[in-house]
């Protein structure tokens, strides 16, 4: 399965943050064995994965799941305040 990856512009750092997740997944994709399957459903099994990590460590996944959406809307906020 080949993610696309748009490389980011220079002053895009939310097309960094993008391109930092293409990678993150499409290795995933590479090291799962279950190329060829939908992105949307890759993304929810490296969600799932990660959910299992987070048990098997004593990590709280919701509370990081909070956390990342509220830096996400801060992120595209501070993009659409600047016109980026």
């Known amino acids: 399965m080949a ?12 097309e960094e943050r993008a391109h930092r997740g293409a990678s ?4 995933y994709c590479d090291v799962s064995g279950n190329e060829g399957e939908p992105e949307q459903e890759m993304l929810t099994d490296l969600l799932t994965d990660l959910r299992h990590l987070s048990t098997s460590q004593g990590l709280d996944f919701e ?6 959406q509220m830096h996400y809307e ?3 906020e501070e993009e ?3 016109g980026i």
Do not use: F, G
């Not at 993610?3 to 939310?14: Q, V, W």
């Not at 509370?63 to 990342?68: D, G, V």
């Open 74 to 76: 801060a992120e595209t």
């Open 3 to 14: 993610i696309k990856k748009r490389r980011p512009r220079n002053d895009n750092a939310n």
């Open 63 to 68: 509370q990081s799941a909070r956390m990342a």
């Open 24 to 27: 993150a997944l499409q290795y």
């Open 80 to 82: 659409d305040r600047h």
